[in-house]
């Protein structure tokens, strides 16, 4: 719609300073010829755009102007209450700033977008770290943030899972990823990914770093998933499946479901060992057809299991037999 691009315009002007109708058309989508009428429709309106000819030209608001109109939509009012994220929030030393900046845009909206996004934040909140995860003390979360925003080298003590665990390095923080309740830092060079809570010790350097031209950091955190799960799961197991029965990731059925609801799929395995823990959890809701080596495994260790709490007491049905 014409006023919703309009308010898009101006808060992008207010927001980015001085920009080409090429730059605006591209954020907005539309043709340069339409940015050009969105222009006018808002000098005639009365608000203090000015555009300069040249290489160095393009369209801003007079300085000093500031628009309290938000544009926002009760969508996107809910959308934003319901993305505060306090903890970790509070985790990068900004608890207070986001309480004040959601006071701000809550007083700024028209009351039925207000109720609205009160109702949003009264009746959802979000948790994201799993139930039987212990938060992660992260003490050096505050410096390391600082340092992503001020392209500044870190010079860290790190420990690591493998020998020699603990280790020093020279990070570029690109950027920091909130994962299942869990603080990574992405640096280069590389970039790698590093746990800040395995952070020991950390240096701020006087020393600035330069970014990667383009570097995005959800583009390439969105790879090095994928990547991560190509690398972890570099096997394959067979296996029947109960109805109901889950694996914590997709499963594809080869086949319609048996008589029974069963269904046959391949899946992806990290190795034996992981499959083995990982399959028992579920019990008698799967069965392991292939590899043959993981299938002998699991039916040693029921065996084992059966034996052990065979002579189990207790049983129901169970009688004492009399001595004689």
């Known amino acids: ?43 005639a309106a009365g608000v203090p755009l000015y555009g300069d000819a040249g290489h160095a030209g393009g369209y801003r608001l007079l300085d000093g102007y500031r628009t309290r109109l938000t544009g926002l939509t009760t969508a996107e009012a809910e959308a934003l209450f319901l993305a505060g994220a306090p903890g970790p929030a ?16 809550r007083a700024a909206l028209p009351a039925p977008v207000r109720e609205h996004a009160d109702r949003i934040s009264g009746r959802f909140h979000l948790d994201a770290p799993g139930w039987y995860a212990d938060t992660d003390a992260v003490p050096w979360l505050p410096a390391v943030a600082d ?16 020998e020699p665990t603990d280790v020093r390095r020279r990070l570029e923080p690109y950027g920091l990823v909130l994962k299942a309740g869990r603080w990574y830092v992405v640096a280069g060079p ?22 990667p031209d383009g570097f995005d950091l959800a ?39 048996d008589a029974d609801g069963w269904i046959r799929a391949t899946v992806p395995i990290e190795s034996l060992d992981h499959a083995h823990g990982e399959f028992l959890r579920l019990g008698t809701d799967i069965e392991v057809l292939e590899p043959a080596e ?16 065979g002579n189990a007491p207790g049983e129901p049905g169970d009688r004492e037999v009399p001595k004689s």
Not at 11 to 33: C, H, P, Y
Not at 90 to 105: E, H, M, Q, S, T
Request: glycine share 6%.
């Open 219 to 257: 583009d390439w955190w969105a790879g090095h998933q994928r990547d991560f799960r190509q690398r972890l799961y570099t096997g394959r197991a067979v296996v029947r499946l109960a109805p109901g029965a889950t694996l914590g990731r997709p499963v594809t059925a080869e086949e319609p479901p």
């Open 90 to 105: 509070a985790d990068l030393g900004l608890g207070p700033v986001l309480a004040a900046a959601r006071l701000k845009v």
């Open 147 to 162: 340092a992503v925003w001020n392209d500044r080298v870190l010079d860290v003590s790190y420990r690591r899972w493998r």
């Open 294 to 309: 993981l299938r002998h495994r699991i039916a040693r260790t029921a065996a084992e299991l059966a034996a052990r709490y």
């Open 1 to 43: 719609m014409k006023s919703s691009r309009l308010v898009s315009i101006l808060l992008l002007l207010q927001t980015r300073g001085r920009m080409t109708a090429a730059q605006l058309a591209g954020e907005l989508e539309v043709s340069v010829r339409t940015v050009y009428r969105d222009v006018e429709a808002l000098a």
């Open 190 to 211: 590389g970039p790698r990914t590093f746990r800040v809570d395995q952070i020991l010790e950390l240096s701020v350097l006087d020393e600035p770093f330069t970014r």
